[in-house]
């Protein structure tokens, strides 16, 4: 009597979850729920199965949609047949409960782990005002876009649905070869360019190639967090050489530093600093690279845009030859999704990077680059970037103007003579900290500058990306933070 009730309350139970307005199949929704129920201990091992005709009968649904379900479980280990008795729950190992949950609660990450969550916290959570390297969203021609990628898609070639080792669609190479030569004054061919899924992609394939665990790079102190996670994930040995007014100074790496596998700079605009590296520094950086055999890594993600200097040549093409891998990404000058980046090399390493990473990371995505081709190739690109950098310049003047009555009472602002961002100099971490508990509280997200850096910060101060947002927003934040510098200084 005990086994004909339960065994109708689990076709009632079935009957709760089985449904035709599900995304399954009426056999995958039964076989799912049966699965889970044995695995999760709901069915006992040795109970019984209602018969695949009374199930189906009571489900109102195909007796083969019923069997179908069985034998995948009967395939599995699930259940197991009875000869003339029908189908019952298998007996299966259990897992010691209490030591598995222990385990999961107890573990540790690694120390490489660790430190990459630590540098998770430089990630932007939200894109409004002072948002770093968030470009103008709301300014980019979208509708023309969409009419490039629809055609690109349409008339894509059958060949780029497979597997690609070209290092790129060679029509974007050949565009970004003339664009980079002309406005970078970058040394390249297109064959030495290779597409990545944008400039964090490209940095972990230098790593990959060119470097082994342990080994040592220089990294601008203050400095890119991306940059930071790809050479911490590696393995690498990160010596923060700090920033001056130059950008870095490899006469101020600490002593006694390991010689560098790698050099990391932001030379036409560091990042967070703002400082542009001249010459001289750039040809003492290049001969340094080359006493130590090291690779210089040139991050040049927004040299496009300049207020009121004149363009600097690329550290790439100050001397031939030189062991400098340029990265690139369309991020600033686009958008972030678009996912696109690339690196110029050096002649020595182009084929061997284009190998690896078809082998590493399955290039691919050809219609997309197929359009952005042509979107260079026919000047729509230029134009964008020189629309661009006279919006930049009115947004950041509308956050200076919010700033102003706090600059008037001693608040410092960096130049802002190129870049999507601004820093405000503070006065001490104490200062920094109020500032931020304050933002957060107000719902505005402010970027400390403290968080740039790998040891111990030398300098206060708030990163401020005005490029992302609207000038109503930027008036609206910059009077905020402005008031509540001029509190803090009156408290």
């Known amino acids: 009597m005990r086994r004909a009730a339960t065994s109708e309350w689990l076709i009632d139970a079935l009957a709760l979850r089985v449904s035709t307005q599900h995304d399954l199949t009426l056999a995958q929704q039964l076989y799912t729920t049966l699965r889970a129920w044995i695995q999760g201990g709901k069915l006992d091992a040795g109970h019984s199965l209602p018969s695949s005709r009374h199930l189906a009968q009571a489900l109102g649904i195909s007796r083969n949609t019923v069997l179908a379900a069985m034998d995948r479980l009967l395939a599995e280990g699930l259940v197991v047949s009875r000869r003339g008795a029908g189908l019952y729950v298998a007996k299966l190992p259990l897992l010691s409960l209490p030591t598995a949950a222990s385990h999961v609660e107890a573990f540790e990450y690694s120390t490489r782990g660790q430190a990459l969550i630590d540098r998770c916290a430089t990630l932007s959570q939200h894109y409004h005002a002072f948002a770093p390297g968030i470009p103008a969203l709301d300014l980019f021609p979208h509708a023309q876009w969409q009419r490039l990628l629809r055609r690109h898609f349409h008339q894509a070639d059958t060949g780029w649905l497979s597997y690609q080792t070209l290092g790129g669609l060679p029509a974007l190479r050949e565009a970004l070869c003339d664009y980079l030569t002309l406005s970078r004054a970058v040394r390249c061919r297109p064959e030495q360019i290779v597409i990545t899924q944008g400039a964090q992609q490209a940095f972990e394939l ?286």
């Open 206 to 491: 230098i790593v990959q190639l060119l470097t082994d665990s342990g080994e040592n790079v220089w990294m601008e102190e203050p400095g890119y967090g991306g940059a930071q996670t790809a050479f911490l994930a590696a393995g690498l040995c990160i010596t923060p050489v700090s920033v001056d007014e130059d950008g870095m100074n490899p006469a101020l790496a600490p002593a006694p530093a390991a010689p560098p596998r790698l050099i990391y700079v932001t030379p036409s605009h560091q990042y967070p600093s703002g400082v542009t590296m001249p010459v001289p520094r750039r040809l003492a950086l290049l001969e340094h690279a080359a006493r130590h055999g090291a690779w210089i890594i040139e991050d040049d993600y927004d040299s496009e845009f300049r207020y009121d200097i004149p363009p600097v040549p690329s550290l790439q093409g100050l001397a031939e030859r030189a062991a400098v891998i340029y990265v690139g990404t369309f991020s600033k000058v686009l958008y972030p999704g678009l996912r696109l980046g690339y690196l110029v090399l050096p002649e020595a390493l182009a084929d061997t990077f284009r190998l690896a990473h078809a082998r590493l990371h399955r290039e691919g995505n050809y219609p997309t680059q197929s359009a952005l081709a042509e979107f260079i190739a026919k000047g729509h690109f230029s134009r964008h970037i020189a629309r661009m950098r006279g919006r930049y310049r009115q947004r950041q003047a509308c956050l200076r103007r919010a700033l102003a009555p706090a600059v008037a009472q001693g608040l410092k602002l960096s130049s802002g003579h190129a870049g999507m961002h601004l820093v405000a100099e503070l006065e001490s971490p104490a200062q920094e900290r109020q500032l931020i508990k304050r933002a957060n509280a107000a719902g505005i997200t402010l970027s400390p500058l403290s968080r740039y850096y790998l040891g111990q910060p030398t300098r206060s101060g708030l990163v401020l990306g005005y490029a992302g947002a609207t000038e109503e927003e930027l008036l609206s934040a910059g009077h905020w933070l402005g008031q509540a510098w001029i509190n803090l200084q009156d408290a």
